[in-house]
């Protein structure tokens, strides 16, 4: 990120390290201690990096990997929270979508079943697909259903594409779906 790598290592399953190491020279800027096994890819934005565990939190952490606050989830977050504007979103095992603003605080949440791929954000939507397959479409800033699609074949990706949101499927089929409605 930026002139730095993010890189995490397991030393158990109760606890693991981040080390922010300088890319042009290799040296470890700083590092530190997480409760728990590191279970998701960060989400970065020019302030802060966000990651889960599956101690069931996430934790916001400034450019000097101090813990800025964490938020308690029921269950392990595994997958990257997305940042949008001052917002971050993200999904836990428990099979709730969380939002949160930048300081910790919860603004919604919403029950979507397990999410395994990390959503997209277009316009004001949140778009998720659930292990179910199902592609789903929320307002992003209270939670409501704005659409969903269900796939007749699994999902592997979600990609925005211009006003479209494209789905890869497996056995080669891509579907392309218009990010407004959801319909083909």
């Not at 949101?165 to 080669?172: D, E, K, L, N, S």
Request: hydrophobic residues 40%; proline residues 2%; positive net charge.
């Amino acid at each position: 990120y930026e002139d730095n790598l993010l890189v995490s290592a397991g030393s158990g399953m109760k606890r693991s390290l981040l080390f922010l190491i300088d890319i042009k020279n290799g040296k470890v800027l700083s590092h530190i201690g997480i409760k728990g096994k590191i279970s998701s890819a960060p989400g970065v934005n020019n302030e802060f990096y966000f990651i889960g565990s599956d101690g069931k939190k996430l934790y916001c952490l400034n450019k000097r990997l101090e813990i800025v606050w964490s938020f308690q989830a029921k269950e392990a977050i595994k997958i990257r929270p997305v940042l949008d504007n001052a917002l971050v979103y993200l999904c836990s095992t428990d099979c709730f979508v969380y939002c949160l603003n930048f300081e910790g605080n919860l603004k919604w949440k919403k029950h979507c079943g397990k999410i395994d791929i990390p959503p997209v954000i277009f316009e004001n939507f949140i778009i998720l697909k659930s292990e179910k397959d199902v592609i789903f479409s929320l307002n992003k800033h209270d939670g409501s259903l704005a659409w969903f699609f269900e796939l007749k074949n699994r999902g592997t990706d979600i990609k925005i594409i211009g006003e479209n949101i494209a789905v890869g499927c497996i056995r080669g089929y891509l579907i392309l779906l218009d990010a407004h409605s959801g319909k083909i």
